[in-house]
């Protein structure tokens, strides 16, 4: 039986995280969900949230330990989690 290998089309490889806890804010900082980065790359990440329904295209995430900051643009959409890319090259 043949192996499925997904189709790699990232510029930047991301690296798999450990429920690196995070928040999605949007709406001028006056709404904030809770997230869990899954991967992650100075290029982009994989955002695990309850909330994926109400995040809009953009917003910002903070990385909770560090309080890092990127301001993000949804590229995808499943049911619990979203795909993004940074608008400027993220410090993580």
């Known amino acids: 039986m043949a192996e499925y290998t997904r189709l790699e089309r990232r510029k930047v490889p991301r690296f798999p995280q450990r429920n690196v ?21 100075r290029a982009g990440a994989k955002i695990w949230t309850l909330a994926v ?5 953009k917003f910002v995430l903070t990385l909770d330990e560090t309080g890092e900051v990127a301001e993000c643009q949804v590229i995808w959409r499943s049911e619990t989690e979203i795909g993004v890319v940074f608008e400027t090259t993220a410090p993580f």
Request: hydrophobic share 40%.
């Open 21 to 41: 806890f995070g928040s999605i804010t949007f709406a001028k900082r006056r709404t904030a969900i809770s997230c869990l980065v899954r991967d992650l790359s």
């Open 53 to 57: 329904r109400i995040i809009p295209e």
